[in-house]
Structure formats: C-alpha cells, structure tokens
C-alpha cells in the first residue's frame, strides 16, 4: 500500500524560503517519476517540479531558479525547497508518484499516488 506524506508547511513572509518534503511508504519499483504540484486558490492543480528515478529533473518556468526538488537515495524522501517566495506561490502543495520514467515532464504528467497536501502560504 503506497502511501505519501506531506510536511513543512506553514507560512513565511515574501522573500522568504521554505522547504516541504515528503514521505513515502510502500513503494516497490524500480522507476519512478515523482513531483510536487500546487493548488492556489481559485486555480486548478498544476505542476511544479518533477524528478525521475534516473535523477532527471523539471520544472514549471513559473518556479525555475527558485525552487529545487530532490530525493534521497533510498527514494523514500522527497523534498522541495523553495526560495524567493512570492504569493503568487501560495497554495496546497501536493506530492505525487507514479511507477515509470515515460513523459517525466513537469506539465506532462499525472501522479498515480497522492499525499494529502501541505499548505504553503506567503504573504
């Protein structure tokens, strides 16, 4: 049973930095492509970073130079640290996993398995 987990939350001033991470239980492939996606308010989810399990990484041109996404060897823990916030970066910040490397494009693809979100606000 896969299972995601969302942390780190909270809130930070404009300017601020933040980092989320996630972790993950229950998975057993080999591939993966894994990401992080937001929903801001009144907005539908969209991606933010992505990371395969060949260590190939995205990201949405909104977050580029700001925002960095990594895992860790056992591929248990997955984070997003976040600098420069802004508010247009407020929202609910989700983790997500599917078992392939096909299309691990942030904007290409769709989590399988989902964590329950992190809200993320700056102000």
């Known amino acids: 049973h896969v299972q995601l987990v969302e942390s780190g939350g909270g809130s930070v001033q404009a300017g601020g930095s933040l980092r989320i991470s996630c972790t993950v239980s229950?998975?057993?492939?080999?591939?993966?492509?894994m990401g992080w996606f937001r929903r801001a308010p009144g907005k539908e989810r969209e991606g933010v970073a992505s990371i395969d399990s060949g260590g190939t990484t995205s990201y949405a041109d909104s977050v580029k130079g700001r925002f960095t996404i990594s895992q860790d060897n056992a591929k248990k823990n997955l984070y997003l640290e976040m600098n420069s916030l802004g508010p247009e970066d407020t929202g609910i910040y989700y983790c997500a996993a599917r078992p392939h490397t096909f299309d691990c494009y942030t904007g290409s693809w769709w989590g399988r398995n989902w964590g329950q979100g992190t809200q993320v606000t700056v102000s």
């Open positions: 229950g998975y057993t492939y080999g591939s993966s492509c």
